[in-house]
């Protein structure tokens, strides 16, 4: 009998079968499955349904001749997967982005791939979704003002995030190159979102304020910030490089993804414990404000930093794949 055309003999004599590999999940796809609002849900259940971001895989970092590559591995008890990601800062002056990557879902039993996701994508929707979770227990219920800095990618997703779980009287863009700052203001317009662009100095009259930009130094003045805040800040994942003043730091309540992540690579915070602005034992986890362990504090700003962690991609493209 001959033997069926998609049967082959593996390298044991037994029989193997070829297969088209896992379905692909592109960029459209995936925002078209799981908006920003889900999203966040997804990373507020996971916290607190137990999952512990102390208990994740270290992130990889290696530095290449153009810029650095990224290994984020993560398991959890149904999938697991990885992120292999680059970060290529000469990219936006040829008009390529400047964040790519794929990331790999695998069965945690039989650890083999189920899906194949576009990475730059899922950074895209994950990275707004753990800030929109935080957000959602730090900022204030009333959002008149809402400042972003930054024009690109993440600054449009924590726009549409925030959106997703506050009503924003207004959006107001600070970014360097003003006419990429006029496009995004012009974006959110069309959506129905009233947006400016204005300056760093408007942060005094806004409630929640959002940094994602590649800036190695701060943004504003923390002084101007009022107290009944919130600012995320999620550009840096450099201990050299920050986007918040140790003015800021040193009034606000800090809550971070992880201690141990936030301590190894955090410039937002090691700057200021460096310069005795704060103790590093006074930094919350989000997990602590997720799950209620730690209360808010209301009298004082409020601040969540991020450099990004491999449990936040697994746990988004895990309902991705669910909401096939």
Same mark, same amino acid.
């Given at each position: 009998?001959?033997?069926?055309?998609?049967?082959?003999?593996?390298?044991?004599?037994?029989?193997m079968t070829?297969t088209?590999?896992p379905?692909?999940?592109?960029?459209?796809e995936i925002?078209?499955?799981?908006?920003?609002?889900?999203?966040a /849900?997804?990373?507020d259940?996971a916290?607190?349904?137990?999952?512990?971001?102390?208990?994740?895989?270290?992130?990889?970092i290696?530095?290449?001749?153009r810029?650095?590559?990224?290994?984020?591995?993560?398991?959890a008890?149904?999938?697991?997967?990885?992120?292999?990601?680059t970060?290529?800062?000469?990219?936006?002056?040829?008009g390529?982005?400047?964040?790519?990557?794929?990331?790999?879902?695998?069965?945690?039993?039989?650890l083999?791939?189920v899906?194949?996701?576009?990475?730059?994508?899922?950074?895209?929707?994950?990275?707004?979704?753990?800030?929109?979770?935080?957000?959602?227990h730090?900022?204030?219920?009333?959002?008149?003002?809402?400042?972003?800095?930054?024009?690109?990618?993440?600054?449009?997703?924590?726009?549409?995030a925030?959106?997703g779980?506050?009503?924003?009287?207004?959006?107001?863009?600070?970014?360097r190159?003003?006419? /990429?700052?006029?496009?995004l203001a012009?974006r959110?317009?069309?959506?129905?979102?009233?947006?400016?662009?204005g300056?760093s100095?408007? $942060? /005094?009259?806004?409630?929640?304020?959002?940094c994602?930009?590649?800036?190695?130094?701060?943004?504003?003045?923390?002084?101007?910030?009022?107290?009944?805040?919130?600012t995320?800040?999620?550009?840096?994942?450099e201990?050299?490089?920050?986007?918040?003043?140790?003015?800021l730091?040193g009034?606000?309540?800090?809550v971070?993804?992880?201690?141990?992540?936030?301590l190894?690579?955090?410039?937002?915070?090691l700057?200021?414990i460096?310069?005795?602005?704060?103790?590093?034992?006074?930094?919350?986890?989000? /997990?602590?404000?997720?799950?209620?362990?730690?209360?808010?504090?209301?009298d004082?700003?409020?601040?969540?930093?991020?450099?990004?962690?491999?449990w936040?991609?697994?746990?988004?493209?895990?309902? $991705?794949?669910?909401?096939?």
């Amino acid at each position: 009998m001959a033997r069926d055309s998609q049967d082959r003999l593996g390298p044991d004599g037994r029989g193997m079968t070829d297969t088209t590999g896992p379905p692909w999940i592109s960029g459209a796809e995936i925002f078209r499955r799981v908006g920003f609002r889900a999203a966040a /849900r997804a990373i507020d259940d996971a916290l607190r349904g137990g999952l512990d971001p102390a208990a994740d895989f270290d992130r990889g970092i290696l530095e290449l001749e153009r810029g650095q590559l990224l290994l984020m591995p993560a398991q959890a008890a149904e999938f697991a997967g990885v992120k292999v990601a680059t970060v290529a800062p000469g990219n936006p002056a040829i008009g390529r982005e400047r964040i790519q990557g794929v990331y790999l879902l695998l069965d945690a039993v039989t650890l083999g791939p189920v899906a194949l996701l576009d990475g730059a994508a899922l950074t895209t929707l994950r990275t707004p979704a753990v800030s929109a979770a935080a957000a959602d227990h730090l900022a204030p219920a009333r959002i008149e003002r809402m400042v972003v800095f930054g024009s690109g990618p993440q600054a449009w997703g924590h726009i549409e995030a925030m959106r997703g779980i506050r009503e924003i009287g207004e959006v107001t863009i600070v970014a360097r190159h003003s006419g /990429r700052a006029a496009d995004l203001a012009a974006r959110i317009r069309q959506s129905g979102q009233a947006a400016s662009v204005g300056a760093s100095a408007d $942060v /005094r009259s806004a409630q929640l304020i959002v940094c994602a930009t590649t800036a190695r130094t701060p943004l504003f003045d923390g002084s101007l910030v009022p107290a009944d805040s919130c600012t995320v800040a999620v550009g840096s994942h450099e201990p050299g490089a920050r986007e918040l003043p140790s003015t800021l730091v040193g009034r606000a309540q800090v809550v971070v993804e992880d201690l141990a992540v936030a301590l190894r690579e955090g410039g937002d915070v090691l700057i200021p414990i460096e310069e005795g602005v704060i103790a590093a034992d006074a930094l919350v986890p989000l /997990r602590s404000i997720a799950t209620g362990a730690t209360a808010v504090d209301l009298d004082r700003p409020r601040v969540f930093t991020s450099s990004g962690m491999s449990w936040e991609d697994l746990v988004v493209a895990t309902a $991705v794949h669910r909401a096939r």
